[in-house]
């Protein structure tokens, strides 16, 4: 098993569309989770990150850890062609081990007008 | 110029030639990282330096040879690739590489094909 699973897609939603992007994973050591946004020909940047379990809002975007299940979303309101990029998932342990994230393999997402 | 900065941009390149990419951070950190990315597989990593020493080798070919003159700069150069190792390969920078909030910010990436 994959530390980190992460379905590539495409996933195609039409503007405005309520987007929902997952990822599983294995290593219940992991305790800080992060959403990279990488647009074609582009490096991934840094969009969403959280520590633990909850919820984290910025904007349009919702980050979502559930630990029991081992399971982390990203959630994108009132989707816009803007979107429309890979999104990684990348998980790290915690302080006192290696930081190093493990990244999933990304999602790419259509939003089309 | 900010953030993470790599040169070239893109690189077409035989196998048996010698090239070098090269990755500059901006931003006053001490980890730099590169990273292999091929379509529909997740970021390799392949080299981690942390304050110029190299921390992780993950049993890349020795045809890539990483170098870290200081905190600031990192190389990869290669010399008698395979078609197999066309991918984008990006370099990333963090404060470190362990404690706390340490994300990676990452270069535009190099993109090498190899004929």
């Known amino acids: 098993q994959k530390e980190v699973e992460q379905d590539p897609g495409p996933l195609s939603v039409p503007e405005g569309a309520i987007v929902s992007l997952n990822c599983t994973y294995s290593?219940?050591?992991?305790?800080?989770f992060m959403w990279y946004r990488q647009y074609s020909r582009k490096g991934p940047e840094l969009l969403m990150y959280?520590?633990?379990?909850g919820n984290k809002e910025d904007g349009r975007f919702t980050a979502q850890v559930d630990k029991s299940s081992k399971y982390i979303s990203l959630f994108i309101r009132d989707s816009q062609p803007s979107d429309s990029a890979t999104y990684l998932c990348?998980?790290?342990?915690?302080?006192?081990?290696?930081?190093?994230?493990?990244f999933g393999r990304g999602t790419s997402l259509i939003v089309h007008p | 110029e900010t953030g993470v900065t790599q040169t070239p941009r893109h690189l077409v390149m035989g196998m048996t030639n010698k090239k070098s990419l090269k990755c500059e951070q901006h931003?006053?950190?001490?980890?730099m990282y590169w990273y292999k990315q091929s379509a529909k597989k997740p970021l390799e990593l392949m080299f981690v330096?942390?304050?110029?020493?190299?921390?992780e080798n993950n049993s890349v070919p020795s045809r890539f040879s990483p170098e870290c003159p200081n905190s600031s700069h990192l190389f990869l150069h290669l010399h008698t690739l395979q078609p197999e190792d066309s991918a984008l390969y990006l370099c990333?920078?963090?404060?470190?590489?362990?404690?706390?909030?340490?994300?990676?910010?990452f270069g535009p990436g190099t993109r090498l094909t190899v004929l």
């Open positions: 990333a920078s963090s404060r470190g590489t362990s404690g706390g909030r340490n994300e990676q910010f």
């Open positions: 290593n219940s050591a992991f305790q800080y």
């Open positions: 330096y942390s304050l110029e020493e190299r921390v």
């Open positions: 990348a998980l790290a342990p915690p302080t006192g081990g290696s930081y190093i994230p493990t």
């Open positions: 931003l006053g950190h001490n980890a």
């Open positions: 959280t520590y633990s379990s």
